[in-house]
């Protein structure tokens, strides 16, 4: 069953991200490498993005594991990641889930 994100917990998300993001950069020296406002970085393809991106819609959210193998709900990565670097890794998530199957005797390898 698919679960619903709501809009709060799509803010709740870029928030913690932007928290975590001024506290890396502060953690190697460079807390003043970006303005006093909110940031957030894609953690796929770690482009920063300004909240304006995350008001205009540029973030999708990200299933862990890969939805293609029943994840849930969890983070924002940037569209462009979502569609390309998301679907490469689902593939690659849904292959090894199918060869564990396999391993263990939950598939049956004619079908």
Do not use: I
Not at 45 to 59: I, S
């Amino acid at each position: 069953m698919a679960q619903s994100v709501t809009k709060a917990q799509r803010e709740r998300w870029f928030a913690e991200g932007a928290v975590a993001l001024r506290r890396t950069l502060s953690g190697m020296g460079m807390a003043d490498s970006l303005p006093d406002s909110e940031f957030y970085a894609c953690p796929l393809c770690l482009v920063v993005y300004v909240r304006d991106a995350f008001e205009a819609g540029m973030f999708t959210v990200e299933h862990v594991p890969p939805h293609s193998v029943g994840g849930d709900p969890l983070l924002l990565t940037c569209e462009r990641c979502n569609s390309t670097a998301g679907t490469a890794m689902d593939s690659h998530a849904a292959g090894r889930e199918a060869a564990d199957d396999l391993f263990a005797g939950r598939s049956d390898p004619a079908a």
